[in-house]
């Protein structure tokens, strides 16, 4: 499984972007696709999740209302738009894919995530 992440980029406070991440080799009925983020000096952290078959949702607690996570299946690409951005979601943003994701699903636990892309650098100017 290859993950291929794009869409980051220097944006102002308030302002949008949408990440997508294409996913290509082998796919899997039964797994899921996180977007995780890393700022600076900080553990990466899961933002968001999606489970592949069902469409469960995980959202983190900061970027309830202004994220939204969403899949397209025929395209094998999630993606994240993200409104309203701040200061505080500067980070690189990395999508994962968890291939075993049977129950639970979309789990939040990053050592579930067997795949990873290279991160995509989100900048928010204030």
């Known amino acids: 499984v290859q993950l291929q992440a794009s869409g980051g980029g220097l944006v102002q406070a308030g302002g949008s972007l949408k990440l997508s991440c294409v996913a290509s080799g082998s796919t899997f009925s039964s797994w899921a696709m996180g977007w995780f983020r890393q700022a600076p000096g900080k553990e990466r952290v899961l933002v968001s999740a999606?489970?592949?078959?069902?469409?469960?949702?995980f959202v983190e607690d900061s970027v309830k209302g202004r994220f939204t996570i969403s899949r397209d299946n025929a395209k094998n690409t999630v993606y994240l738009q993200m409104n309203n951005l701040n200061s505080e979601d500067t980070a690189v943003y990395y999508c994962a894919a968890d291939v075993v994701c049977v129950t639970n699903c979309p789990r939040r636990d990053p050592s579930s995530y067997a795949y990873w892309g290279q991160g995509t650098l989100v900048t928010v100017s204030s």
């Open positions: 999606i489970a592949w078959s069902s469409g469960s949702t």
